[in-house]
């Protein structure tokens, strides 16, 4: 084979640090003069770098027989050269009309989920796939031609996970020389010169014509201009995930940061300011943040385009607490007061919502045991409410910090838990005067959706506690109590 070809793709593999000696490769080979290329450099160049292969094939059963013989004759590929043949089948179209899929991406979610397979059983260690230069080049032109930002220039990556690209680097002319030097054939799959597909005119008609018209050095060049980008999304996602990190606080509700914190994140606010003298690096980072946000919260589903971030933004700069925002698979963004949360799916859509719909409507006696304490379970919004019979003032250091306290001998029944209802309104301790709930939820900055089924206790049909919120100057312990009641709220 080729000893210039040789030595660039073990530079290019050495160089990006994709495989070690004594491991095992699963050779992604799909039939095609690329990766069949592949196949064969790894074969020459494995006992350089001590690995062992496996060739893994993948049926996206989309062209019938066609789709059959390319797995027959991957199949005969590896048995000619002695190797080991995985191979994983799915109906993708099937799949994609299930799941609502573009077929595209349902090929690739499919093929790379049995790749990830192969892994985590233990087939293989790496994954070696046949992207070239050219689909470099491509893949930056057609990001270009869709609207892309920085991060989409940076194209392919040669690393990822456990994928790794060892022809990145390289023509695909120069494969599909030397196959025919070898006399080794491949299979074409027609549905690669589907010009209705953006990639495929891109590949046969727009690059060819800037090569041929504008720029010999093109798919070099491009190459080059992801290499580098790739090189600055390294500084920028170091950057970020320190942000990240010392700013963004994980919840049951999901992700939340302070809005001071996004538009200006401390760890970097004077150095960027300092370096630039302009606000443009600080929203360059925030913009970032929304990103990792939103991908943290989103998982896979959907695409971020740079209009939600920009929505993102200006609920943060203009919004008001309550308002939300929308995010792609069914994620949003809700302003809570001085503070953006990120709500995943499975959350944004259900029981949590805030909706128009009556909230639970719910109501439990208390009823203490001998050793005076009592607890009661309320399914409705998972909380477990706790009560103890205390001595005081003695157990007032002991519960003044974890609990709120009542005094016991003002208490008297009927003692309810029950739901919140609009009009409700006591006095709490220490303020003059008596304040309606809604008027404390805004001021002690309780989540809308937190509000709906807020629990209370009543007290001979008097408000006497109110989770969170102070409890009732009438039933608050005080320096006349001699027993008192502690009140401990719990998740379910």
Not at 176 to 193: F, K, M, P, V, Y
Request: with cysteine; net charge neutral.
């Amino acid at each position: 084979m080729n000893a210039r070809l040789l030595a660039q793709v073990e530079a290019t593999i050495r160089r990006h640090g994709m495989m070690r000696a004594g491991g095992r490769v699963g050779v992604a080979v799909s039939g095609g003069a690329d990766s069949v290329a592949l196949l064969l450099i790894l074969l020459e160049l494995r006992g350089k770098l001590g690995i062992t292969l496996l060739v893994a094939h993948f049926n996206h059963q989309l062209r019938g027989p066609e789709s059959d013989a390319d797995e027959s004759f991957v199949r005969e590929l590896a048995m000619r050269h002695g190797l080991e043949f995985a191979a994983g089948r799915e109906d993708v179209a099937a799949r994609a009309r299930e799941n609502r899929w573009n077929v595209e991406d349902a090929a690739r979610r499919l093929r790379y989920g049995f790749f990830e397979e192969l892994v985590t059983t233990g087939r293989a260690e790496w994954i070696a796939v046949g992207h070239t230069a050219d689909d470099q080049a491509e893949t930056v032109l057609a990001r270009l031609a869709r609207g892309t930002g920085p991060t989409g220039l940076a194209g392919i990556y040669p690393v990822v996970g456990h994928v790794v690209r060892p022809l990145l680097e390289t023509r695909r002319e120069e494969l599909r020389d030397e196959l025919c030097a070898r006399g080794q054939g491949w299979r074409e799959d027609a549905s690669n010169r589907d010009l209705t597909r953006l990639r495929a005119r891109v590949r046969h008609s727009v690059l060819p014509l800037i090569e041929r018209e504008l720029q010999p050095g093109a798919v070099k060049h491009l190459s080059e201009l992801a290499h580098l980008v790739r090189e600055e999304e390294s500084f920028w996602t170091a950057l970020v995930q320190n942000c990240f990190e010392s700013s963004v606080t994980k919840s049951g509700a999901g992700l939340s940061i302070r809005i001071a914190d996004l538009i200006e994140p401390p760890a970097i606010r004077e150095a960027l300011t300092q370096a630039t003298g302009e606000s443009g690096a600080l929203e360059a980072v925030s913009k970032r943040l929304i990103r990792r946000l939103a991908s943290e919260s989103r998982g896979l589903r959907g695409q971020l385009a740079s209009l939600h971030v920009e929505q993102v933004l200006r609920l943060a700069r203009e919004g008001h607490s309550g308002q939300r925002v929308p995010l792609p698979g069914g994620a949003e963004v809700e302003r809570v007061f001085d503070r953006l949360v990120f709500t995943p799916p499975q959350t944004a859509s259900g029981e949590d919502q805030e909706t128009t719909d009556a909230p639970p409507s719910y109501e439990y006696s208390v009823k203490f045991s001998e050793e005076g304490a009592a607890t009661v379970l309320i399914p409705e919004i998972r909380k477990r409410l706790s009560l103890k019979v205390i001595d005081w003032p003695g157990g007032a250091r002991d519960t003044s910090i974890s609990a709120a306290t009542l005094d016991r001998d003002l208490l008297c029944p009927p003692l309810l838990f029950r739901n919140w209802r609009p009009g409700d309104g006591y006095r709490p301790v220490g303020r003059q005067g008596v304040r309606k709930m809604k008027r404390l939820f805004q001021e002690y900055k309780i989540p809308a959706r937190e509000r709906k089924a807020w629990p209370v206790l009543t007290s001979g049909g008097r408000l006497a506690w109110a989770g969170r919120l102070p409890v009732a100057e009438e039933f608050a312990a005080g320096d006349n109590t001699r027993t008192a009641v502690a009140i401990v709220e719990e998740n379910l």
